[in-house]
């Protein structure tokens, strides 16, 4: 988030796409309802939010079951586990099939 807020900051995310990937239902649903409970989720999405809409750029947050993100390598990052990303030599994309609809994948 903080190199998030910083590329924000300096105008680099202008008329760009990011995509946030996770494999929690809790993020994800406090993003598209604009709010949450837990104060630390609530505090995120605002910033977040502002940084969508303030930045000039779209925000894409998108749900990935859990296996999915462990068969990439992602699972564990938010948790300070390390960089372990597509340690299988797969492409990362391959795991996250955004070409198909949600019938296909």
Do not use: W
């Amino acid at each position: 988030m903080i190199k998030l807020e910083s590329d924000f900051s300096s105008g680099l995310l202008r008329e760009s796409e990011i995509f946030i990937f996770t494999d929690n239902s809790m993020a994800e649903a406090a993003y598209f309802k604009g709010t949450s409970k837990s104060q630390p989720l609530f505090e995120l999405i605002l910033r977040l939010q502002f940084i969508q809409l303030h930045g000039g750029m779209t925000l894409h947050f998108v749900h990935v079951a859990g296996k999915r993100m462990i068969s990439q390598g992602t699972d564990g990052l938010s948790r300070g586990a390390g960089p372990s990303i597509c340690t299988d030599g797969e492409e990362f994309l391959r795991h996250v099939p955004l070409n198909l609809s949600v019938l296909d994948r």
